[in-house]
């Protein structure tokens, strides 16, 4: 037995720490730990709920719009605000850019190098990297001197002896098993992905004002009015069409091609239970028309998804850092912060535990690609297919590192595509189509009570308002990464990446690979996972949620 | 492209194999050393030198550290372009240690900082992104068992510069705001007033960074700060003053617009390539380079257009 701990996990949004008890080659038991403590909540109270979403917004950095449009929505469900069509569509633009963005980076930038070993492409034969390029997907026309190039530039770079970011990595790892070449390829995209990200990110640009934390957001619409014109909305398009077609010449088939080289993963980092909010409002009505249902999976069960009652949630702080009664649902949270260090059989976690009719729920992409396909949506239906058959492998396989790493590429790929329509749905400014709060529809309430579902990218996400005065007087967030991330519950039972990481072998102790791998399949983002409630309010929300 | 008679031979072969090597326009390179040039108010007789700094010499030490942030300064820093963000990080600056973007993780992560501080002590920059919790012993902000202040007084001393990157460490931001808990501080109060250079913002715009950076290469000197110590180059006028819409009927000071009180060169640089900016997407300026904005009232006026 040893205990191996991962304090900081690098290439996540946010501070994390996971401690595994590693016995004959494979982790035992594993306890997920968030060491920052930022106190959001309290920082909102007594302010104009249509300003929550600015704060909100900043929860998370890497999630940028996510938290801000949730925040919106939640004060707009308040009024019962219909938003123009107009608004509604750039939203989905907003939301979909995100996805993208967020999927891209995870997967080369801070995925990648637990697959890639940056020192074995430095013997890579560029002629030779050019055949795997075609293997992974034979559309690619690049040449054996574009590889030549992308040697030299690493080679260059590690001559220099300033080795930055890559320096102590595990290379040499008996884990990394690809060929040189092969390292050489995904090394190249590693740069190409960095390029195109940054691309992806004018899409905010347009219409949110900048990238990160976009600006337009505003209760009852979208600000843009003047800069709402044809060319933007041309603009808008080339960028979505360029993006899809990084998604279908690199992403989805890397991702392919990578997992069929590592296609032991399909027994790591299990799941079991998954839940989707949905998201992608296609017409006002929700959540009857989200283009990405919202359902509950329970024990695998993909063809029986449930219906899903925001009051099933309860949040669970025994082994989290705050005094207080042990469980209760967030519309009654109030949460006093007791650090009392780090004890792994007590407390030792600033997120709660999270749960759903008492059960710890996987959310993020795996969750929304398998809620769709058990309600049928035929797009992604039509992907996981493609991908199993490409991998040889069958439904059940989903449910595992494998699977959730799968997903993120397959839902970017559904998303891309819509995106290229939905692009083309918005309208210039007129007096008939503006994107801006409708005055005539709708005022301000005095006091009031609300939520806002969505899904973000790493997950389902819920924000609960309560106002009165037009002064918020409790705010509730329920994020991704504490459903995923959280410790322990009231029952011993741990949180779905602590329960998944059981059984990952661990083939030197000092350098943890496999570990960092499920991780990272996850895609940590800790900053929003942390909050807490001014323990001096205890208002309750009263809001009948779907 | 033909050769550019500013440059001479020598400076032309280098340009030519970057060009070459990043598969990069040569008219994009010449654009952006024109567009730096402009941000840090120097004469088109400077293009030559930026070009060169750009090209040549030895890669700076990074060490970037992360405390109570949301990380959008960083991914602000990804967006950066010509440099493209990866030729900024495989050949313009040596980035030691940043958690986001380092292979190592844990132990190997930390031996990566020690070492860092080590072998560049006195001779690297330190980036500091996020306030730091100062309450509770700073039991609020732990990394690899050390407190964020720890760590900040461990490292940032021994830099040679500290540069406050974003609103939340160059004035505590959000953490800092009113009903925050933590007692969280900027770095430079943390510090008990080490020397640093800030760059507010949130996020804060990469093209600053990536000026601030050239500045040093090109002068092996920091540009001038005001008394708040942020370059007078990006935080030298206000919004308002600079702002295409001034004057129009398209001014948004009546909707609560905070660029009359706010020092940012945004309407010039922009974000993302100068795709956009808060007022060009018709919102107005919420003062977010300025020190305690999150706690100056509304962000819109809502009694106007953006009311209800």
Redesign the interface.
């Known amino acids: 037995m040893a205990r191996v701990v991962l304090d900081p996990v690098t290439r996540i949004e946010g501070h994390l720490r996971i401690e595994t008890e590693v016995s004959n080659g494979k982790v035992a038991s594993a306890w997920s730990t968030s060491p920052l403590f930022r106190g959001i909540e309290p920082i909102l109270k007594d302010r104009d709920p249509r300003d929550a979403w600015m704060i909100t917004q900043r929860l998370c950095g890497v999630c940028t719009y996510v938290h801000g449009v949730t925040s919106i929505r939640s004060v707009e469900n308040s009024l019962q605000i219909t938003i123009p069509e107009n608004a509604r569509i750039i939203r989905n633009l907003l939301m979909g850019a995100q996805f993208i963005h967020d999927h891209l980076v995870n997967f080369y930038q801070l995925h990648l190098l637990d697959w890639v070993d940056v020192v074995s492409a430095l013997s890579a034969d560029p002629a030779k990297a050019v055949t795997v390029d075609n293997q992974i997907n034979s559309a690619r026309t690049r040449t054996t001197s574009y590889f030549t190039a992308i040697k030299q530039q690493l080679a260059a770079f590690a001559n220099s002896g300033q080795l930055g970011p890559f320096n102590n990595g595990y290379w040499g790892h008996p884990a990394y098993i690809l060929t040189p070449e092969e390292n050489l390829v995904f090394m190249a995209n590693y740069l190409e992905a960095l390029k195109a990200q940054k691309e992806v990110a004018h899409m905010h640009a347009i219409y949110g004002g900048k990238n990160p934390h976009p600006q337009t957001m505003i209760v009852g619409g979208i600000t843009l009015n003047k800069d709402l014109t044809s060319s933007r909305i041309t603009e808008f398009r080339n960028h979505v069409t360029a993006a899809q077609s990084f998604v279908n010449t690199y992403y989805l088939p890397d991702t392919t091609y990578l997992l069929g080289r590592y296609k032991d993963y399909v027994n790591y980092g299990p799941a079991e239970n998954l839940m989707s909010f949905g998201e992608f409002p296609l017409s006002s009505s929700e959540p009857s028309s989200l283009f990405f249902p919202r359902g509950a999976i329970f024990n695998r069960a993909t063809s029986s998804v449930q219906t899903v009652d925001v009051n099933n949630i309860s949040e669970h702080i025994t082994h989290s850092w705050y005094a207080g009664s042990s469980s209760r649902n967030p519309a009654q949270g109030e949460t006093v912060p007791n650090y009392s260090g780090l004890d792994t059989a007590g407390q030792y976690s600033w997120i709660k535990a999270p749960r759903y009719q008492g059960q710890p729920m996987e959310v993020g992409p795996l969750a929304r690609v398998m809620v769709n396909y058990g309600k049928g949506h035929a797009a992604t239906r039509t992907q996981v297919s493609a991908f199993l058959q490409k991998l040889g492998l069958s439904l059940p396989a989903m449910y595992s590192s494998l699977g959730r790493t799968a997903a993120r590429a397959i839902e970017t790929k559904v998303i891309a595509d819509a995106m290229v329509s939905w692009a083309g749905q918005v309208t210039a400014t007129t007096p008939s189509t503006s994107a801006m709060p409708n005055r005539k529809t709708f005022s301000m309430a005095s006091s009031g009570s609300g939520v806002g579902l969505n899904e973000a990218p790493r997950g389902a996400l819920g924000h609960w308002v309560n106002y009165s005065d037009q002064k918020i007087t409790n705010y509730q967030m329920v994020v991704p990464s504490t459903w995923n991330f959280g410790p322990r519950d009231g029952n011993n039972v741990p949180g779905p990446v602590e329960g998944s990481l059981t059984g990952v072998p661990v083939a030197d102790e000092a350098r943890p690979l496999e570990v960092l791998r499920v991780i990272h399949s996850f895609n940590p983002c800790i900053a929003c996972a942390v909050h807490v409630f001014d323990p001096n309010r205890k208002s309750t929300f009263e809001v009948s949620a779907q | 492209m033909g050769k550019d008679d500013r440059f001479d031979d020598k400076l032309e072969e280098k340009i030519d194999e970057l060009v070459?090597?990043k598969?990069i326009s040569r008219r994009n390179f010449l654009k952006f050393c024109g567009a730096i040039a402009v941000t840090l108010g120097l004469e088109a007789s400077y293009l030559p030198k930026i070009a060169e700094a750009l090209v040549s010499g030895p890669?700076p030490?990074f060490i970037w550290l992360?405390f109570?942030?949301?990380?959008?300064?960083?991914?602000?820093f990804?967006?950066?372009?010509s440099p493209?963000?990866?030729d900024l990080?495989?050949?313009k600056?040596?980035?030691?240690y940043?958690?986001?973007?380092?292979?190592?993780?844990?132990?190997?992560?930390?031996?990566?900082l020690d070492?860092a501080v080590a072998k560049h002590a006195g001779k690297f920059f330190v980036v500091v992104e996020g306030s730091i919790?100062l309450a509770?012993n700073g039991?609020?902000?732990?990394?690899?068992?050390k407190t964020m202040l720890q760590i900040a007084q461990e490292v940032c001393p021994q830099a040679k510069m500290m540069i406050s990157l974003g609103t939340c460490a160059a004035f505590g931001g959000?953490?800092a705001?009113?009903?925050?808990?933590?007692e969280?501080e900027c770095v430079h109060g943390a510090l008990n007033g080490l020397p640093t250079i800030k760059l507010p913002g949130?996020?804060p715009n990469p093209v600053n960074f990536a000026a601030l950076i050239v500045n040093y290469l090109l002068f092996n000197d920091f540009p001038a700060v005001d008394k708040l110590y942020r370059p007078t180059f990006a935080y030298g006028t206000t919004v308002h003053d600079l702002c295409e819409r001034r004057g129009t009927s398209?001014c948004m000071q009546g909707f609560g617009c905070k660029g009359p009180t706010t020092y940012h060169n945004c309407p010039t640089v922009?974000?993302?390539?100068k795709?956009?900016?808060?007022v060009?997407?018709?919102?107005p300026c919420?003062g977010c380079a300025q020190p305690d904005f999150?706690d100056k009232g509304?962000?819109?006026n809502?009694s106007g257009?953006?009311?209800?």
């Open positions: 070459e090597r598969g890669r030490p992360q109570a942030e949301c990380t959008g300064c960083t991914e602000a990804l967006r950066s372009s493209l963000i990866d990080l495989l050949n600056i040596s980035l030691e940043h958690e986001t973007i380092m292979a190592p993780a844990g132990a190997a992560a930390t031996k990566s070492e919790p509770n039991n609020y902000g732990l990394i690899g068992g959000l953490p705001a009113a009903g925050g808990l933590t969280a949130c996020p398209w922009k974000y993302n390539d795709t956009s900016w808060c060009q997407a018709d919102c919420k999150w509304s962000f819109f809502y257009r953006y009311g209800a």
